[in-house]
């Protein structure tokens, strides 16, 4: 079996002429580009979301439960380097697990709770889509993690 995957693998290889592999070098530049705005506008977007928690009760949780979200996304954008160890990665699958089991504790009853005027009237919901935007940051760190290692 090993024989034979190893003959196709050579009947099927092309050489790459270098304005391809010049081509690919400056489409992972633009990656780069690109995963680090992404990354920096959720770290931006989860402060703020902390900044508006701290009037609620127990407001110390919930600006937790966001900063966390925009430590990942700025190591992903800036301190991309750090995710070669894995150590660094299991702390984000970690982070990644425990705002899942988050938003399944806090997911909005409501119906319709997309809906501007739903949310706007009820905190449930609020809670619920800030729950989903900062897993959203956390899964786009961790795609930035596994795409930059």
């Not at 928690?53 to 990942?72: D, K, Y």
């Amino acid at each position: 079996m090993p024989i034979r995957l190893a003959v196709v693998t050579l009947l099927a290889w092309r050489p790459v002429s270098r304005a391809t592999r010049a081509s690919r070098g400056e489409r992972a530049r633009y990656d780069r580009r690109v995963l680090r705005v992404l990354n920096t506008a959720l770290c931006l977007l989860m402060l703020a979301l902390a900044v508006a928690q701290i009037g609620r009760p127990q407001w110390w949780l919930w600006v937790g439960a966001f900063v966390v979200p925009a430590f990942w996304a700025f190591m992903a954008g800036f301190r991309h380097r750090a995710f070669r160890a894995v150590r660094w990665l299991g702390w984000l699958w970690g982070c990644v697990a425990l705002w899942v089991a988050l938003l399944w504790q806090h997911w909005p009853q409501t119906a319709g709770f997309w809906r501007t005027e739903v949310w706007a009237q009820d905190a449930a919901a609020r809670t619920g889509l800030s729950l989903m935007a900062a897993l959203a940051a956390l899964l786009a760190a961790l795609f930035t993690a596994y795409h930059k290692r």
